[in-house]
């Protein structure tokens, strides 16, 4: 029964992690928020770290406010 748990779970991970990714990278552009990180605290702990730019982002300050609200 433990072993129906974790069916795929390597194919899984790499789908969540992919998404957590994609959710922290659209989260900074849109924000005034210039560093993210992402953290995973599995058997072999790691980590990446996300940076954006305020300067280099096409949003105005009004629309960052609103986004991070």
């Known amino acids: 029964m433990n072993a129906d748990r974790f069916k795929y779970k390597e194919i899984t991970d790499i789908i969540l992690r992919s998404f957590y990714e994609a959710q922290l990278i659209n989260y900074l552009k849109a924000t005034n928020i210039e ?12 980590f990446k770290r996300f940076v954006y730019d305020n300067k280099r982002k096409n949003i105005s300050d009004d629309q960052r406010r609103s986004a991070a609200e």
Not at 35 to 46: A, C, D, I, Q, R
Request: charged share 25%; no cysteine.
């Open 35 to 46: 560093v993210g990180l992402l953290l995973n605290f599995g058997k072999k702990p790691e």
